[in-house]
């Protein structure tokens, strides 16, 4: 076979496993040389994964002050020290040479936390590593997500048994996959339940790392004619931003605005009052993305995690119940 692609066996051992540091062109030459050769590579047998990357799409934090993110690299680290696994990270923004980075740290196997931009992830599809998407979804790539859509649902469901009239959607950039599949969720609780969405209810925080962003949000809602009752935030960052812009413009929150959130981060129990979210199990992210990337079946999969609705006191009319977790 490497005489027929005029490579070394040393290269087709790595192009038949995936290994990094070989381009598209050869590995292709080589998979010809194969059928040319009548070699059957479904029984092929693959080389086990042995270096793992996380790569995190870096915004304005580091994944280190990212509460999110953290917690699912956390899961990633605990997955691969029990599969024996190395693992690497780094942090990637557009733009950066994502071939020579991933080639550079002998990388076999790729996670990849957040949002990436289509070009990103198509170079990424281009090395032919196995790929595992996590919090993110393209097609073609194995990923790993929360029920985004069934959270969001449960939010505003939650609010309209309240008794809110008029609950809001602040939101963020609709290419992020996560945020896009919860404005769907908040949207189809409101139709389910008999309510028309309004696109002046909709409001957009961004860009997506910018605290001003957040607060314009809240003022822009605040200043329509008939103002919202209830604020849908599609994370907790979001939420608890717009929970404190609400009492520094004199509103008491539940009494006039209730606030719920996505994510269920540590500060969200110990705000003032405490933050009604969607708990989001972000260390299994972490753990069961690593659990794709060992499915070497050559089919690119879809697991969406459960979540479950957490109800505080920010989102509790007078007189309510307390706040139980459910």
């Not at 040319?36 to 092929?44: A, E, K, T, V």
């Not at 994502?98 to 990436?116: D, K, M, T």
């Not at 990424?124 to 595992?132: A, K, N, Y």
């Amino acid at each position: 076979m490497a005489k027929q692609a005029g490579v070394s066996v040393a290269t087709v051992s790595r192009s038949l496993n995936n290994q990094p540091g070989i381009s598209q062109h050869t590995r292709q030459r080589v998979l010809s040389a194969a059928h040319q050769l009548g070699y059957d590579l479904g029984n092929l047998r693959q080389s086990r994964l042995k270096r793992v990357m996380f790569l995190y799409r870096r915004q304005a934090q580091t994944v280190s002050g990212n509460p999110f993110y953290s917690h699912v690299l956390h899961g990633v680290e605990d997955a691969c020290r029990a599969e024996n696994l190395g693992l690497s990270f780094s942090t990637v923004a557009s733009g950066d040479p994502l071939p020579e980075l991933i080639a550079r740290q002998e990388a076999e196997g790729l996670v990849c936390a957040g949002y990436f931009e289509p070009e990103q992830l198509r170079e990424i599809q281009g090395l032919g590593l196995p790929t595992v998407l996590v919090d993110h979804w393209f097609p073609g790539v194995s990923s790993v997500n929360s029920d985004n859509f069934g959270g969001a649902y449960l939010l505003t469901e939650y609010l309209i048994s309240q008794g809110f009239a008029r609950v809001a959607f602040i939101s963020g950039p609709q290419q992020h996959y996560s945020i896009a599949q919860r404005l769907q969720g908040y949207r189809h609780a409101l139709l389910a339940h008999g309510r028309t969405p309004e696109s002046a209810l909709e409001v957009s925080r961004s860009p997506l790392d910018d605290e001003e962003g957040t607060d314009s949000a809240v003022r822009q809602l605040l200043a329509l004619p008939q103002r919202p009752d209830a604020i849908v935030a599609y994370n907790d960052a979001t939420a608890l931003r717009a929970l404190r812009t609400c009492q520094v413009l004199g509103l008491s929150v539940p009494g006039d605005m209730a606030v719920v959130g996505f994510d269920d981060l540590a500060s969200a129990s110990v705000s003032f009052p405490p933050l009604t979210t969607i708990r989001v199990d972000k260390e299994e992210l972490g753990v069961r993305g690593v659990e794709a990337l060992l499915n070497r079946s050559g089919e690119a999969t879809q697991l969406i995690l459960p979540v479950s609705l957490v109800t505080r006191e920010s989102a509790i009319r007078d007189g309510a119940r307390r706040p139980t977790s459910g």
